[in-house]
């Protein structure tokens, strides 16, 4: 299913225009007001322009107050019949607002994960500042995720909070490892590249990463082999038979997924790589070509 924004209006936008539209606090506002009014369940609501002024509670004047909003309708707002509604990409913008990304500063105290460093046997940990969740060893600093994430999550328990972020971090995972940008949806570009020719965390550990990058808003990943085919139908089905469900277990808790001791590179030039996982003492052998294809 398909839906449209909707509205007549030519909403073509550069990053320049956006953000000199959106840079007003009486702008904010009235998106803030129609994103409130709509909350958590039902279609995107319709307010009058007379509704919508009251409600927002500005303390500008009504022809001041049309003004502003009529700089937002087209590419932010719908104008209707019956008054003005959020189009989508405003009410993206509303949410991402309301999950405090850009108004909120949290920080988490470090606290163990219940799995030990493949590399050194200390502690690995969670950590939360500065807006990114990574999980680290406490000892030798490996990193094993590292993704930025809203203030918002810094509520319930830490087993609350790993189960939710291991999905949160899931969903790039998944986009990622099937080709597509998880920000802006675009194909993304697929090389290996040697650990030792990297200067990112972790990358004197592993001899290969799968490097994916997005040509059209700049997003990118470095994954290992493993992580990278996580999502493989035939490495789910073999943990799958062998009571190991890899789609739920947290990815730090794969050794597969976090190192390449499981991983065999068998040519560079063209790239053929092997990924020989190991369960209840039978082993599968994927073998990939260099843009990820899953060989015969």
């Known amino acids: 299913m398909l839906i449209s924004d909707g509205g007549t209006a030519d909403t073509s936008l550069t990053s320049q225009k956006a953000f000199a539209i959106l840079g007003n606090e009486y702008r904010a506002e009235i998106i803030r007001t129609l994103g409130d009014e709509q909350g958590t369940e039902g279609p995107r609501p319709v307010l009058s322009f007379s509704e919508l002024y009251s409600k927002s509670g500005v303390d500008i004047g009504t022809s001041q107050f049309n003004y502003h909003l009529q700089k937002l309708v087209g590419p932010f707002i719908d104008k209707t019949e019956d008054g003005y509604r959020l189009r989508y990409r405003a009410v993206t913008l509303y949410r991402t607002i309301l999950a405090g990304t850009y108004t909120r500063e949290a920080y988490i105290e470090d606290f163990k994960v219940g799995v030990d460093c493949y590399y050194c046997d200390a502690p690995?940990?969670?950590?939360?500042?500065?807006?990114?969740?990574?999980?680290?060893?406490?000892?030798?600093?490996?990193?094993?995720?590292?993704?930025?994430?809203?203030?918002?999550?810094?509520?319930g328990d830490h087993d609350a909070l790993l189960n939710r972020m291991d999905q949160y971090i899931?969903?790039?995972?998944?986009?990622?490892?099937?080709?597509?940008?998880?920000?802006?949806?675009?194909?993304?570009?697929?090389?290996?590249?040697?650990?030792?020719?990297?200067?990112?965390?972790?990358?004197?550990q592993l001899d290969v990463f799968v490097h994916r990058s997005c040509d059209h808003?700049?997003?990118?990943?470095y994954m290992s082999v493993?992580?990278?085919?996580l999502y493989n139908s035939s490495l789910i089905a073999?943990?799958?038979?062998?009571d190991l469900d890899v789609t739920t277990t947290p990815t730090w808790e794969l050794e597969f997924a976090m190192t390449d001791r499981f991983v065999d590179i068998r040519s560079s030039d063209p790239w053929k790589i092997a990924l020989c996982v190991e369960?209840?003492?039978?082993?599968?052998?994927?073998v990939v070509d260099g843009d990820l294809t899953v060989l015969d």
């Open 124 to 155: 690995i940990e969670a950590r939360y500042a500065d807006r990114r969740f990574t999980i680290l060893c406490s000892e030798c600093g490996q990193e094993y995720s590292d993704t930025t994430a809203p203030p918002s999550i810094d509520e």
């Open 170 to 204: 899931r969903h790039r995972i998944l986009a990622f490892s099937k080709g597509v940008c998880s920000i802006c949806a675009n194909e993304l570009r697929t090389q290996f590249l040697i650990g030792d020719d990297l200067a990112v965390p972790g990358s004197e």
């Open 217 to 221: 808003c700049g997003a990118q990943q």
């Open 226 to 229: 493993g992580l990278s085919l």
């Open 238 to 242: 073999f943990f799958q038979e062998r």
């Open 279 to 286: 369960q209840g003492g039978d082993e599968l052998e994927l």
